[in-house]
């Protein structure tokens, strides 16, 4: 059977993308030194287990989905992702594998649980997807590794709340543990930590109750998923949105977990930066 080995989360932001291929340049540099030292634990817990499935839940942020039709929830059924021009500049880098007999898999036992998801064949992966991709696997290292991209909303109101995305990773979880092949799968939740990138409250960062959020998520999700949507984006900012995907990731964790790393930065690019390691207990 398919067993979850444990979960990943990482910030996702485009200038790292920028970034990843000048690691060893960027390395000492003193912007992006504390951020590069947070990757090193994670890379090695990853190359240590060894996952066959990573599946990442991420958001789209205009590349796939745009305004006009927005998916609260999206499951990647395609045998490739294909990285595409997001007007940052960040340069194309290899595409991802699919797998599509799990990602169907998925998406039958989503939808017997009353998750009326949208099912995508094709689908291009932004850099909600790429840049954790590329920081945890690196050197396009990924290609050892087949992925399924489940994509959330945090871009156009109304959002699902934290209860329901935490529910949506239960029920991957749940998914995940019937199927019948003998797969390690990594659960990836990107994006967060506290930022808001424009309006009034435009580098608003809020340190205490990311910290709170990042030990909460270990060993008491659940008081996190009592937040409402309001209360999310009153304490993290309007783009702190996206600490939703981290709860969904979490919510497919479904044993007791064990924190193998987490770092926490500020800033790049005025976000709060934080990255974390769970291991799932059998
Ligand atoms: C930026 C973009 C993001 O999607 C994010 O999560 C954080 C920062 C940015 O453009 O700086
Ligand atoms: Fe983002």
């Given at each position: 059977m398919a067993r979850i080995v444990g979960g990943l989360t990482t910030s996702h932001i485009p200038a790292i993308?920028?970034?990843?291929?000048?690691e060893q340049e960027l390395k000492n540099d003193p912007y992006w030194k504390e951020?590069?030292?947070?990757?090193?634990?994670?890379?090695?817990?990853?190359?240590?287990?060894?996952?066959?499935?990573?599946?990442?839940?991420?958001?789209?942020?205009?590349?796939?989905?745009?305004?006009?039709?927005?998916p609260t929830f999206a499951v990647g059924a395609a045998p490739i992702y294909r990285h595409a021009d997001e007007g940052w500049g960040i340069p194309t880098i290899p595409p991802f594998k699919g797998d599509?007999?799990?990602?169907?898999?998925?998406?039958e036992a989503l939808v017997q649980d009353e998750f009326d998801i949208t099912t995508c064949q094709e689908m291009l992966v932004d850099h909600g997807f790429t840049v954790p991709m590329s920081l945890f696997w690196p050197n396009a290292s990924y290609t050892d590794?087949?992925?399924?991209?489940?994509?959330?909303?945090?871009?156009?109101?109304?959002?699902?709340?934290?209860?329901?995305?935490?529910?949506?990773?239960?029920?991957?979880?749940?998914?995940?543990?019937?199927?019948?092949?003998?797969?390690?799968?990594?659960?990836?939740?990107?994006?967060?930590?506290?930022?808001q990138l424009d309006g009034e409250r435009a580098g608003f960062i809020n340190k205490k109750f990311d910290l709170m959020c990042m030990e909460k998520i270990v060993n008491d999700p659940e008081s996190l998923t009592r937040l409402s949507m309001h209360d999310l984006v009153r304490e993290a900012g309007a783009q702190g949105a996206e600490f939703i995907l981290w709860l969904a990731m979490r919510g497919a964790l479904t044993g007791k977990v064990k924190k193998i790393h987490s770092s926490y930065h500020i800033a790049i690019s005025n976000t709060a930066t934080g990255v974390m390691v769970m291991e799932n207990a059998a």
């Open positions: 993308g920028n970034a990843v291929p000048k951020f590069w030292a947070a990757y090193p634990p994670a890379r090695a817990w990853v190359q240590k287990v060894k996952p066959d499935v990573a599946i990442v839940f991420y958001n789209d942020h205009g590349l796939n989905f745009f305004l006009d039709k927005m599509q007999e799990f990602s169907w898999h998925i998406i590794v087949k992925t399924i991209p489940v994509q959330i909303n945090t871009v156009q109101h109304p959002l699902p709340s934290p209860a329901r995305c935490f529910k949506l990773g239960q029920a991957i979880g749940r998914a995940v543990e019937s199927y019948p092949k003998d797969l390690k799968v990594v659960m990836i939740g990107t994006g967060g930590l506290s930022h």
